[in-house]
Each structure stands twice: as structure tokens, then as C-alpha cells.
T-cell receptor
Framework: TQLLEQSPQFLSIQEGENLTVYCNSSSVFSSLQWYRQEPGEGPVLLVTVVTGGEVKKLKRLTFQFGDARKDSSLHITAAQPGDTGLYLCAGRAGGTSYGKLTFGQGTILTVHP | DAGVTQSPTHLIKTRGQQVTLRCSPKSGHDTVSWYQQALGQGPQFIFQYYEEEERQRGNFPDRFSGHQFPNYSSELNVNALLLGDSALYLC????????????????FGQGTRLTVV
């Protein structure tokens, strides 16, 4: 069974601070995705990382895939209240499990003005 | 272009009852996956349907069953409801030929909030 451990589970910070969310596994994933979910809504894809060591930037968000494709991180620079939400990492395995997403338990981020 | 739509949005059932949740995939998509998201947790994969057949299944008991119709819409059925079945049930759609691309995106509906009392 593939598992994704996400940390921290809760994060409460002031506007303007930086933060990093981690997603770790003992298993190799063919790709790692980060989603953001608002209350009462389904998850929305932020980014997909595929290659070991890959770094992707989306405005103030930086995503990194570990060299061994077992871990990933999300770094937010100068957080804003609009960044508040549930952040989820999700991995895709290969082979017959390709269509299945394995999610971490999520990080609830609250950014105070 | 309508995205993934789920109905109903909220549902309250009594322990032991049966429930049916519905999902219409994004236009052009032919594959539907169902996920259960308990409060404060990440979604857990229940099963996936393509060509009206269950293709993959997660670690859920047989009380959880599904169906896909020729128009690609899908239903999730849960029998003999337990209090622990209370959760947000999410439907995600995709195109089967995209499933095997590493960077494919799953499009999620807003979910059905099921409360079992």
C-alpha cells in the first residue's frame, strides 16, 4: 500500500510570512500533484511534477519533486489571506494503478491579515 | 462547458439505510473515479469506472458499489450505512487515454456531503 505523509497538518501564519509544506513517501510515484481545496468544493489542481529534481513555480508558489520521486514540497513566499485553504499532495503510481490518486492527509493553511 | 456535477450536495441518512450518489462527468470525459474524504483528511480512492465496468478498486468493503451508464455518468451506492460513512464523497472525471499520462489532471466535482445519524 502506497502512503503519502503530509506535514504539517495545520499551519497558522501572518500575512507576509513564508511557509513550506512537505509530502513524503517510502514509495516511488510516477508523478506528484498538488491540489488546493476550498470549503464545500472539490480539489483543484495547482501543479504536476513528473521528473525527479523538478522545480516548478506558480507566482509565489514553488513546487519541488525529490530526486528519487518519493517526496515533494510546496513553498509559499509572502503568504496572503487568499492563500488560506486545504493543500493536498497526491501521487500517481505506475502500472495498473495509473488511474488512482493517493492523497496525503492535507495541510490546513490559515493566513491572518 | 459544464464541469463535473454531483447530486445531491447534502444528504442525511439513518444508520442501516442505503444511499445513492450521482455524478455527471466533465463534457468529453469517459472515466469516473469516486473518493471518500473524511473531515480533516485527504480523499481516499474508492473505485474507478470506464466502459461501464469497475476497473480499479481501493480498500473499501463490498457495501460500496457503483455503476456507470452509457452516457458516462455514474452512481455510487452504499448499503447498510454506518456512522463512519459520514464524509464528503467526491467524483473525479478524466479521459481514459489521458489516464496513462503522468501529468493528466483529474477534474473534481464539488462533492456530496453525507451525514449518517
Amino acid at each position: 500500500t502506497q502512503l503519502l505523509e503530509q506535514s504539517p497538518q495545520f499551519l497558522s501564519i501572518q500575512e507576509g510570512e513564508n511557509l513550506t509544506v512537505y509530502c513524503n513517501s517510502s514509495s516511488v510515484f510516477s508523478s506528484l500533484q498538488w491540489y488546493r481545496q476550498e470549503p464545500g468544493e472539490g480539489p483543484v489542481l495547482l501543479v504536476t511534477v513528473v521528473t525527479g529534481g523538478e522545480v516548478k513555480k506558480l507566482k509565489r508558489l514553488t513546487f519541488q519533486f525529490g530526486d528519487a520521486r518519493k517526496d515533494s514540497s510546496l513553498h509559499i513566499t509572502a503568504a496572503q489571506p487568499g492563500d488560506t485553504g486545504l493543500y493536498l499532495c497526491a501521487g500517481r503510481a505506475g502500472g495498473t494503478s495509473y488511474g488512482k490518486l493517493t492523497f496525503g492527509q492535507g495541510t490546513i493553511l490559515t493566513v491572518h491579515p | 462547458d459544464a464541469g463535473v456535477t454531483q447530486s445531491p450536495t447534502h444528504l442525511i441518512k439513518t444508520r442501516g439505510q442505503q444511499v445513492t450518489l450521482r455524478c455527471s462527468p466533465k463534457s468529453g470525459h469517459d472515466t469516473v473515479s469516486w473518493y471518500q474524504q473524511a473531515l480533516g483528511q485527504g480523499p481516499q480512492f474508492i473505485f474507478q469506472y470506464y466502459e461501464e465496468e469497475e476497473r480499479q478498486r481501493g480498500n473499501f468493503p463490498d457495501r460500496f458499489s457503483g455503476h456507470q451508464f452509457p452516457n458516462y455518468s455514474s452512481e455510487l451506492n452504499v448499503n447498510a450505512l454506518l456512522l463512519g460513512d459520514s464524509a464528503l464523497y467526491l467524483c473525479a472525471s478524466s479521459l481514459i487515454e489521458d489516464i496513462y499520462r503522468s501529468n493528466t489532471e483529474a477534474f473534481f466535482g464539488q462533492g456530496t456531503r453525507l451525514t449518517v445519524v
